[in-house]
């Protein structure tokens, strides 16, 4: 951080750290911590990496590399997020019973991190809502979850005060509200540009009428983790302080461990955790956990006379049914002319979902179906779900795989005509048809890396590119 910190903002922090406050400027003044959480589903744990010490596959490495060239990054092996936000772990397996099927919103989901997180704790039989409203951002945590893999997942772009016809649908819910960005100064110093007194009062407003929007949406007896990335008690204690004047709440207190560095505070009652980046290695965040005990329970779903969700013919069904690994557990449906898998044991409340939200993504994309042919989708590919003898598999090096990535040509030689899954070190990456002497790269567009690969294909640079050391 080379900026000077706002006035008011230094002023503040003083008076709320006392004699910390020139530990926490120096800590501000050294490089962010670089941290990523890997997907066991796909790749083992790496064995010579600092852990972080509040999620269990949470590691910090010891510089910050270009991800953009680590074919593991694209295939969904892991992902890059700050420190101190996993903490939500905690969060979670202190306050809720994770092994049960559980309905969770995580309402402000994009770019993927806290989503792809709770996606890896929950049991597969639950089922994940992961929302962001603004739709840009919204394809961009559709493309996050599809690549993570877990296929309970339905991604969605809706304002927060959508969410009040689920009366009583969710058991959990996340909502790491919009802020003012005060623990992000060391990371992002242009942050400090847009801050101001004026911009957290702002904040706060907004962050008590989401609270109150999506309120009516938890079940009674249900958690709400409320979580920032900043510093300042209005935008924090303050505001689960008023959440208990205006519903039935009562505060979840979580077991900390002393080496954590965790700073817990309460605030009329209400427990609240705080990371300071003198303390803790990673950024400032703010997390609180509360249980809602009064409330109108969810009414019993039947099934809709004209669904929104439409199975599959039998025909198109025969089509993709040994494609996915314990076939029984999902629902073949077909909009236009893309088949779908859902989590059977969720459809009723995916018929309300989908009639009540918009939907950007659902469950796993399998197939796109013209004049009985069906075209495997890019969702397949990366999905945990995928059964493993179906298609046949090529193993590409580094440099083809970043040429694959780039949406470039590539040569598959040793495999047969047909589709073929192109994987990098066993994690797939997408699909290439091959045809007589060329490959079609089916890679998406919109996922392509999109920096030039000229200089990092060079012979002398490959050894030197980043990829996650696993195993």
């Not at 530990?23 to 962010?32: V, Y």
């Not at 670089?34 to 589903?41: C, W």
């Not at 420190?83 to 905690?90: G, I, K, P």
């Not at 009062?201 to 249900?222: F, H, N, T, Y």
Request: one cysteine or more.
């Amino acid at each position: 951080m080379s900026k000077p910190l706002p006035p008011s903002f230094q002023t503040r922090m003083q008076a709320q750290l006392g004699p910390d406050f020139p530990a926490f400027e120096e800590a501000l003044a050294a490089p962010s911590p670089t941290s990523v959480r890997v997907n066991t589903a796909k790749v083992p744990l790496p064995a010579n990496l600092e852990r972080v010490p509040w999620a269990e596959t949470g590691f910090y490495l010891p510089v910050r590399p270009s991800f953009t060239l680590d074919p593991l990054l694209h295939g969904g092996a892991y992902y890059v997020q700050e420190a101190s936000s996993m903490f939500l772990e905690q969060a979670l397996k202190q306050s809720v019973e994770l092994e049960e099927p559980l309905a969770v919103l995580d309402l402000c989901g994009a770019p993927g991190g806290k989503s792809t997180h709770i996606a890896s704790l929950l049991s597969p039989e639950s089922l994940l809502v992961a929302n962001e409203v603004i739709r840009t951002r919204s394809n961009i945590l559709a493309e996050n979850i599809q690549k993570w893999g877990t296929g309970n997942v339905v991604v969605t772009n809706n304002d927060p005060s959508h969410f009040g016809q689920l009366t009583g649908f969710f058991d959990l819910m996340v909502v790491d509200a919009p802020c003012s960005g005060e623990g992000m100064f060391r990371k992002d110093p242009d942050a400090m540009d847009e801050w101001s007194e004026a911009n957290v009062k702002l904040c706060s407003e907004r962050q008590r009428r989401i609270l109150m929007d999506v309120w009516d949406a938890l079940k009674p007896g249900g958690v709400l983790i409320y979580s920032t990335c900043t510093y300042n008690a209005e935008e924090n204690e303050l505001n689960l302080a008023w959440l208990a004047t205006q519903q039935d709440v009562e505060p979840v207190q979580l077991q900390l461990q002393p080496e954590w560095g965790v700073t817990e505070t309460q605030e009329e009652g209400m427990h609240g955790y705080r990371f300071y980046p003198h303390r803790a290695q990673g950024e400032g965040f703010f997390l609180a956990v509360v249980r809602k005990t009064e409330g109108e329970e969810a009414g019993k779903f039947r099934k809709s006379k004209r669904p929104y969700l439409v199975q599959a013919s039998k025909q198109e069904k025969m089509l993709v049914k040994d494609w996915l690994k314990n076939s029984d557990d999902w629902e073949i449906v077909k909009h236009q002319d893309t088949l779908r898998a859902l989590p059977a044991n969720w459809m009723l409340e995916l018929e309300q979902i989908y009639e009540k939200l918009r939907v950007v993504y659902g469950g796993i994309e399998l197939a796109e179906v013209l004049k009985n042919n069906p075209k495997p989708l890019p969702a397949l590919a990366l999905s945990q779900h995928l059964a493993s003898e179906v298609f046949p598999r090529v193993e590409v090096d580094v440099a083809t795989a970043l040429k694959f990535l780039h949406r470039e040509d590539v040569t598959l030689e040793e495999a047969e005509n047909g589709w073929v899954l192109v994987q990098f070190k066993g994690i797939p990456l997408g699909w290439g048809k091959k045809l007589q002497n060329r490959v079609n790269n089916h890679y998406p567009k919109e996922w392509r890396i999109r920096m030039s690969l000229d200089e990092a294909l060079q012979d002398e640079n490959l050894s030197q590119l980043f990829t996650l050391p696993v195993g």
